[in-house]
C-alpha cells in the first residue's frame, strides 16, 4: 500500500487522558433549559462529547506542554516573543508581529487602525467578531463571495472564493479610495469551512494591485485552507501545506489570526504585516488595549506553546488526519440521508437546520433548536450558525435571515477518536428520525452585540 492510500489515522500516540461524563436525558433536559436553549451556556461538565467549537479546545503535543515551562515571563521583549516572531516569519512570511490576547483583539487593532467612517470592507462571507469590529470602527462590510457559498447543496469545490464581479461593482459604486482592504478568509467558517483556491487569490490580488486595495488575510484556518489546496488544486499536488500557506501569505499584506485554531494552542492571537509604520501604529494600541507589543495579553509560555503549534499546524500528516476526521464523520452521516453543507469544509461539519426541520420558519430559528435538541438526545454539544448568529441589521433592526441556517459540529483538533465520531453520527440520525417532534424557539433575552453567545430562548407554544 502506498502512503497515499492509507487511511487518516492520527500521527500521534494519547498519552494523557481525560474521563468524560455521561448524563441521563432527564439531566440534560434540565440543564438545556436552565441553560435558556442557548448551547453556549451549558456547563462543560454537563456535556459528553463537546463539539460546540474548535476555538481553544485543541489537545496540545507533549512539546507545547513541554514548552509551557520554557515561559520567560519577563514584561519586556521576552524570549519566547522572539521564538515566536521568528516562526511567524518563517511560516506566514509577514516581517512585523503583534501579538494579541486572541483574534478578535487582532481585529479590534487592525479595524481601528485600517477603517474610517463611512469607508467599506468587502469580504469572502462575514465572521462574526470581524463585521463587529468593522462595524465599531466605522466601516460597512460587503458580502463579495461567491453565489456557491450561500447554497448549501451546491458541489463547487472552491465555496471560499471572492466573486470578481461583485469587487468590481463595489469598486464602480463606491470608488477604490472607500475601500482600506478585503478581508480575506481561509476556510471560510460561517460557508461551512470552505477553502479559497490559490488561483482566486491571484486574480484578487492583480485587481487589489490595480486599484491598490490591500488584502489583509484572516488566517485563523489558513493552514486547512492550504491542504485543501493541495488535495484540490491544479499545481499543487506535490508541494507542502507549508509550502503553499507561504506562497498564500507573500500574495497578501498582512493577517490577523486567532491561533485558537488552526495554530492548537488554548489562547492566543495576532496581527502581522509587512509595512512598518503601520506595524508601529499597531503596536501603540496594542500597548493601550492588550498589553506590551512584546506579549499583546498573553504570557510568555503561551508564546511558545503557540510557536510550536504553529509548526505542527503545517505538518502535512496534522492535516492530513485532522480534515480526515472531519470529513470522516461527514460521509456517515451523508450516507444516512442528512442534510449537510457539502463538499465537508476543513473545521466542522454542518447539518442545514431548514432541511432537517422544514416545519419551523426562520423566525423560529431552526438551527438553535436543533442544536439543543441534539444535546437533550445525546449530550453532544454543537452549535448554531444561522438566524441568530447573523444578527439584526444596524439598518433595519430586523433579523438578517441567512440563507444559510446551519448547525455546526465542530471538531477539536486532536481530542476525540473515530469510535466519537460515530456516536456522533449515531445521535445526529437518531434524531433525524424523530425530527417532527422538535419545537421553534423563541427570545427571552436578546444582547446587543454577539448575541448568539448569550441569548436565552424558550420553546414555542
Ligand atoms: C474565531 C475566529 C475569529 C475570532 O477569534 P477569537 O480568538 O475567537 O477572538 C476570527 N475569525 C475567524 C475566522 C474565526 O474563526
Redesign the pocket.
Known amino acids: 500500500m502506498t502512503e497515499q492510500k492509507r487511511s487518516w489515522a492520527e500521527p500521534y500516540k494519547i498519552k494523557m487522558v481525560e474521563l468524560l461524563k455521561m448524563t441521563s436525558k432527564e439531566d440534560r433536559q434540565k440543564a438545556i433549559a436552565e441553560a435558556g436553549y442557548n448551547t453556549f451556556l451549558l456547563k462543560s461538565e454537563d456535556v459528553y462529547i463537546d463539539l460546540l467549537t474548535d ?1 481553544g479546545t485543541s489537545a496540545m503535543s507533549d512539546r507545547q506542554w513541554a514548552a509551557l515551562m520554557m515561559g520567560d515571563e519577563a514584561y519586556a521583549g521576552s524570549a519566547n516573543f522572539y521564538n515566536l516572531e521568528k516562526v511567524v516569519r518563517e511560516y506566514y512570511t509577514y516581517k512585523e508581529l503583534i501579538p494579541t490576547h ?4 487582532a ?1 479590534h487593532i487592525m479595524s481601528r487602525l485600517l477603517i474610517k467612517e463611512g469607508d467599506y470592507v468587502p469580504g469572502n462571507m462575514y ?1 462574526t ?2 463585521r463587529l469590529h468593522q462595524e465599531l470602527a466605522g466601516g460597512k462590510f460587503v458580502d463579495v463571495i461567491v453565489d456557491e457559498a450561500h447554497d448549501a447543496g451546491s458541489e463547487y469545490p472552491w465555496k471560499g472564493n471572492v466573486c470578481m464581479k461583485k469587487m468590481q461593482k463595489l469598486v464602480d459604486e463606491v470608488g477604490a479610495d472607500k475601500i482600506p482592504y478585503i478581508s480575506l ?1 481561509g476556510c471560510v ?1 460561517m460557508a461551512g469551512g470552505q477553502p479559497f483556491s490559490m488561483a482566486n487569490l491571484r486574480e484578487l490580488k492583480a485587481f487589489c494591485d490595480k486599484y491598490k486595495i490591500m488584502i489583509m488575510l ?1 488566517a ?2 489558513c493552514c486547512e485552507n492550504s491542504y485543501f489546496i493541495q488535495q484540490n488544486e491544479k499545481g499543487y499536488e506535490n508541494k507542502s501545506v507549508k509550502e503553499i500557506l507561504h506562497e498564500m501569505c507573500a500574495m497578501t499584506d498582512g493577517c ?1 489570526i ?1 491561533a ?2 488552526d495554530s492548537l494552542v488554548n489562547i492566543g ?1 495576532f496581527f502581522a504585516c509587512n509595512d512598518p509604520d503601520l506595524a508601529a501604529k499597531a503596536r501603540n494600541m496594542c500597548v493601550m488595549y492588550e498589553g506590551l507589543h512584546t506579549y499583546g495579553g498573553l504570557a510568555g509560555r503561551d508564546m511558545e506553546a503557540m510557536a510550536i503549534g504553529i509548526q505542527e499546524s503545517a505538518m502535512d500528516s496534522h492535516q492530513k488526519a485532522r480534515i480526515g476526521q472531519v470529513h470522516y464523520l461527514g460521509e456517515k452521516l451523508l450516507k444516512a440521508g442528512i442534510p449537510l453543507v457539502t463538499p465537508f469544509g476543513g473545521h466542522a461539519i454542518f447539518l442545514d437546520a431548514k432541511k432537517f426541520l422544514p416545519h419551523l420558519n426562520q423566525e423560529e430559528f431552526p438551527a438553535q433548536a436543533l442544536a439543543a435538541a441534539l444535546y437533550v438526545e445525546s449530550g453532544v454539544r454543537a452549535m448554531e450558525r444561522g438566524n441568530i448568529s447573523a444578527g439584526r441589521d444596524p439598518e433595519t433592526k430586523k433579523n438578517r435571515n441567512p440563507k444559510l441556517e446551519l448547525v455546526r459540529l465542530t471538531i477539536p483538533r486532536r481530542v476525540y477518536t473515530q469510535a466519537h465520531m460515530d456516536v456522533v453520527a449515531e445521535s445526529v440520525i437518531a434524531l433525524y428520525e424523530k425530527r417532527s417532534q422538535i419545537k421553534g424557539l423563541e427570545f427571552v433575552y436578546e444582547p446587543e452585540h454577539l448575541r448568539f453567545f448569550q441569548a436565552t430562548f424558550k420553546p414555542k407554544a
Open positions: 476555538s486572541q483574534g478578535r483583539g481585529e465572521f467578531t470581524t478568509e467558517n484572516d485563523t484556518r490577523t486567532s485558537k485554531k492571537g
